[in-house]
T-cell receptor
């Protein structure tokens, strides 16, 4: 069974304090790993897709990387508006399902 | 950017009643999904739909649930006899497998079963 875990469960940062979120996965035949941002009461908002180990993608203060077992979402010099829950999801094998991890709740304090 | 539209945004119902949650996926997408998220918990897969039939479903998606694409634009989730534990945020999503880039989510329907 495909599994996705994320750590830490919650993270508090001061504005400007860089850090990384982890997503570990156990799947058969990864087709894609996805990062989403979710604000309270809203639907997940797409950030990145990664397909193969070694791949990296960047968008503003966020950078996502992928290895064979895990992905990291690096946040450089975060701002309060980066506060949200960050979700990791995988799509694997021949299935259509996207399996989501439990998320990391990020709070960036001014 | 294209959007997935869900209605209503909130639905309150009595236990045992039927509810229909509605979604308009992105027009050129061919794969449609329903997910749910119980407050404070993770996003859980319910069902995927392709070519007018269910392509995959989870254990949550039992006989009380059904999906339908009644016309060329709408995609609905019906819960026949709601239970208290069906209270959750329900998200519709659609996907263009050709680009394999991203699953677009709607803003959700908050279902409260009393």
């Amino acid at each position: 069974e495909d599994q996705v875990t994320q750590s830490p469960e919650a993270l508090r940062l001061q504005e400007g304090e860089s850090s990384s979120l982890n997503c570990s996965y156990t799947v058969s035949g990864l087709r894609g790993l996805f990062w989403y941002r979710q604000d309270p009461g809203k639907g997940p908002e797409f950030l990145f897709t990664l397909y193969s180990a070694g791949e990296e993608k960047e968008k503003e203060r966020l950078k996502a990387t992928l290895t064979k077992k895990e992905s990291f979402l690096h946040i450089t010099a975060p701002k309060p508006e980066d506060s949200a829950t960050y979700l990791c999801a995988v799509q694997a094998g021949y299935g259509q399902n996207f399996v989501f991890g439990p998320g990391t709740r990020l709070s960036v304090l001014p | 950017e294209p959007e997935v539209t869900q209605t209503p945004s909130h639905q309150v119902t009595q236990m045992g009643q039927e509810v229909i949650l509605r979604c308009v996926p992105i027009s050129n997408h061919l794969y449609f999904y329903w997910y749910r998220q119980i407050l404070g918990q993770k996003v859980e897969f319910l069902v995927s739909f392709y070519n007018n039939e269910i392509s995959e479903k989870s254990e949550i998606f039992d006989d009380q649930f059904s999906v339908e694409r009644p016309d060329g634009s709408n995609f609905t989730l019906k819960i026949r006899s709601t239970k208290l534990e069906d209270s959750a945020m329900y998200f519709c999503a659609s996907y263009d497998r050709a680009t394999n880039e991203k699953l677009f989510f709607g803003s959700g329907t908050q279902l409260s079963v009393l």
